[in-house]
Antibody, heavy 119, light 108 residues
Framework: EVQLVESGGGLVQPGGSLRLSCAASEFTFTAYWMTWVRQAPGKGLEWVANIKQDGSEKYYVDSVKGRFSISRDNANNSLYLQMNSLRAEDTAVYYC????????????WGQGALVSVSS | IVMTQSPATLSVSPGERATLSCRASQGVSSNLAWYQQKPGQAPRLLIYGASTRDTGVPARFSGRGSGTEFTLTISSLQSEDFAVYYCQQYNNWPPEFTFGGGTKVEIK
């Protein structure tokens, strides 16, 4: 069965940085676009970023452009989200998800990693 | 594209029918997905292409619509169906995947 396991969440001060990882298994990682979706406490879902199979295309929601960077390591079936200049409003559970197609819905999700931005 | 779900909360008795609505601020063709999320869990894909059930999703879940108006119907609510449901459009490129605010289906 497809598995996506996030790690790297935690508490960070405003202006700080954090790197999330997502380990993928039981599917051909190189065949799929991958994405990050976040959910602030008690709120709805927000798409954050996605990345093409070979990493050559990356897209971001406007609120994180210039601060967050999505990447992947196909040799190790891993997805990453580098988050810099973190703000309180970035506090959320971050989910790694597999995208179906280029213009995508998301068919498998990880369990999420909590990122808290607070002084 | 803004996705608006209604109602915000739906109170339904087990065995009853539930109809959830999702409206897009502009046409998204049939590029609409529905997800179910239970407390403390990740979302689960239910429907894509507005009306196609994902593998393993019970037949009591059905989706309809195209363009700007969509519905998710749960024909006979089971205890495990009480959850929050989100719609998501995936019509634009470059991507601007947007979710609705969710409908919470609670026990009446």
């Amino acid at each position: 069965e497809v598995q996506l396991v996030e790690s790297g969440g935690g508490l960070v001060q405003p202006g700080g940085s954090l790197r999330l990882s997502c380990a993928a298994s039981e599917f051909t990682f190189t065949a799929y676009w991958m994405t990050w979706v976040r959910q602030a406490p008690g709120k709805g879902l927000e798409w954050v970023a996605n990345i093409k199979q070979d990493g050559s295309e990356k897209y971001y929601v406007d609120s994180v452009k210039g601060r967050f960077s999505i990447s992947r390591d196909n040799a190790n079936n891993s997805l990453y989200l580098q988050m810099n200049s973190l703000r309180a409003e970035d506090t959320a559970v971050y989910y790694c998800a597999r995208a179906v197609g280029r213009i995508a819905f998301f068919d498998y999700w990880g369990q999420g990693a909590l990122v808290s931005v607070s002084s | 594209i803004v996705m608006t779900q209604s109602p915000a909360t739906l109170s339904v008795s087990p065995g009853e029918r539930a109809t959830l609505s999702c409206r897009a601020s502009q046409g998204v063709s049939s590029n609409l997905a529905w997800y179910q999320q239970k407390p403390g869990q990740a979302p689960r894909l239910l429907i894509y292409g507005a009306s196609t059930r994902d593998t393993g999703v019970p037949a009591r879940f059905s989706g309809r619509g195209s363009g700007t108006e969509f519905t998710l119907t749960i024909s006979s609510l089971q205890s495990e169906d009480f959850a929050v449901y989100y719609c998501q459009q995936y019509n634009n490129w470059p991507p601007e995947f947007t979710f609705g605010g969710g409908t919470k289906v609670e026990i009446k």
